[in-house]
Nanobody
Framework: QVQLVESGGGSVQAGGSLRLSCAGS????????MGWFRQAPGKEREFVAV????????AYADSVKGRFTISRDNAKNTVYLQMISLKPDDTAVYYC???????????????WGQGTQVTVSS
Protein backbone atom coordinates (compact mmCIF):
# COMPACT_ATOMS: atom_id res chain seq x y z
CA GLN A 1 0.00 0.00 0.00
CA VAL A 2 2.84 2.41 0.82
CA GLN A 3 5.90 2.86 -1.37
CA LEU A 4 9.21 3.88 0.22
CA VAL A 5 12.25 5.56 -1.34
CA GLU A 6 15.51 6.12 0.53
CA SER A 7 18.00 8.88 -0.21
CA GLY A 8 21.03 10.54 1.35
CA GLY A 9 23.55 7.73 1.18
CA GLY A 10 27.10 8.22 0.01
CA SER A 11 30.75 7.94 0.96
CA VAL A 12 32.24 9.57 4.03
CA GLN A 13 35.41 9.28 6.10
CA ALA A 14 35.38 7.72 9.54
CA GLY A 15 34.12 10.23 12.07
CA GLY A 16 31.89 11.95 9.53
CA SER A 17 28.13 12.32 9.36
CA LEU A 18 25.28 11.52 7.00
CA ARG A 19 21.54 12.05 7.10
CA LEU A 20 19.34 9.47 5.40
CA SER A 21 15.77 10.17 4.36
CA CYS A 22 12.92 7.82 3.49
CA ALA A 23 9.91 9.25 1.69
CA GLY A 24 6.59 7.41 1.68
CA SER A 25 3.72 7.61 -0.75
CA UNK A 26 0.55 5.72 -1.59
CA UNK A 27 -0.62 5.21 1.99
CA UNK A 28 -1.30 6.93 5.28
CA UNK A 29 2.27 7.40 6.45
CA UNK A 30 1.35 8.37 10.00
CA UNK A 31 -0.32 5.00 10.62
CA UNK A 32 2.92 3.04 10.11
CA UNK A 33 5.71 2.26 12.50
CA MET A 34 8.94 3.02 10.65
CA GLY A 35 12.24 1.21 10.99
CA TRP A 36 15.75 1.32 9.59
CA PHE A 37 17.75 -1.82 8.82
CA ARG A 38 21.12 -2.37 7.18
CA GLN A 39 22.92 -5.17 5.40
CA ALA A 40 26.66 -5.42 4.83
CA PRO A 41 28.21 -7.80 2.27
CA GLY A 42 28.20 -11.37 3.55
CA LYS A 43 26.11 -10.52 6.61
CA GLU A 44 22.44 -10.84 7.49
CA ARG A 45 20.17 -7.84 7.50
CA GLU A 46 20.23 -6.25 10.96
CA PHE A 47 18.05 -3.89 12.90
CA VAL A 48 19.24 -0.31 13.31
CA ALA A 49 16.41 1.83 14.70
CA VAL A 50 12.63 2.09 14.97
CA UNK A 51 10.18 4.89 15.69
CA UNK A 52 6.52 4.71 16.69
CA UNK A 53 3.72 6.17 14.60
CA UNK A 54 3.67 9.50 16.42
CA UNK A 55 7.41 9.59 17.09
CA UNK A 56 7.00 9.27 20.84
CA UNK A 57 9.02 6.07 21.19
CA UNK A 58 12.35 5.13 19.63
CA ALA A 59 14.71 2.19 19.99
CA TYR A 60 18.20 1.50 18.67
CA ALA A 61 20.63 -1.32 18.16
CA ASP A 62 23.42 -1.25 20.74
CA SER A 63 25.98 -0.79 17.97
CA VAL A 64 24.54 2.60 16.96
CA LYS A 65 23.09 3.92 20.21
CA GLY A 66 24.40 7.39 20.99
CA ARG A 67 25.52 7.97 17.40
CA PHE A 68 22.34 7.57 15.32
CA THR A 69 19.02 9.36 15.75
CA ILE A 70 15.75 8.34 14.10
CA SER A 71 13.01 10.92 13.62
CA ARG A 72 9.94 11.44 11.49
CA ASP A 73 7.85 14.22 10.03
CA ASN A 74 4.42 12.82 9.25
CA ALA A 75 3.34 16.03 7.53
CA LYS A 76 6.13 15.40 5.01
CA ASN A 77 5.63 11.61 4.91
CA THR A 78 9.30 11.20 5.73
CA VAL A 79 11.45 9.36 8.26
CA TYR A 80 15.11 10.28 8.86
CA LEU A 81 18.23 8.65 10.20
CA GLN A 82 20.87 11.11 11.38
CA MET A 83 24.22 9.35 11.66
CA ILE A 84 27.27 10.90 13.34
CA SER A 85 30.70 9.57 14.32
CA LEU A 86 30.48 7.03 11.52
CA LYS A 87 32.72 3.97 11.60
CA PRO A 88 33.86 1.62 8.82
CA ASP A 89 31.63 -1.07 10.36
CA ASP A 90 28.63 1.13 9.52
CA THR A 91 29.26 0.46 5.82
CA ALA A 92 26.13 -1.22 4.45
CA VAL A 93 23.04 -0.79 2.35
CA TYR A 94 20.47 0.95 4.53
CA TYR A 95 16.77 0.15 4.14
CA CYS A 96 13.70 1.80 5.56
CA UNK A 97 10.64 -0.28 6.33
CA UNK A 98 7.01 0.24 7.36
CA UNK A 99 5.07 -2.06 9.63
CA UNK A 100 2.13 -2.40 12.01
CA UNK A 101 3.97 -2.31 15.34
CA UNK A 102 7.29 -1.50 16.98
CA UNK A 103 9.69 -4.36 16.35
CA UNK A 104 13.39 -5.17 15.94
CA UNK A 105 12.62 -8.15 13.67
CA UNK A 106 12.73 -7.57 9.93
CA UNK A 107 10.00 -10.06 8.98
CA UNK A 108 7.40 -8.11 10.96
CA UNK A 109 7.64 -5.22 8.48
CA UNK A 110 5.37 -5.23 5.45
CA UNK A 111 6.89 -2.64 3.11
CA TRP A 112 10.49 -1.93 2.19
CA GLY A 113 12.47 0.59 0.23
CA GLN A 114 15.16 -0.45 -2.23
CA GLY A 115 17.99 0.78 -0.06
CA THR A 116 20.75 3.38 -0.16
CA GLN A 117 24.47 2.68 0.07
CA VAL A 118 26.54 4.09 2.93
CA THR A 119 30.31 3.67 2.70
CA VAL A 120 32.61 4.74 5.53
CA SER A 121 36.34 4.74 4.82
CA SER A 122 39.07 4.43 7.44
Amino acid sequence: QVQLVESGGGSVQAGGSLRLSCAGSGGTFGRYVMGWFRQAPGKEREFVAVISTSGGHTAYADSVKGRFTISRDNAKNTVYLQMISLKPDDTAVYYCAAGPYVSRVSHTYDHWGQGTQVTVSS
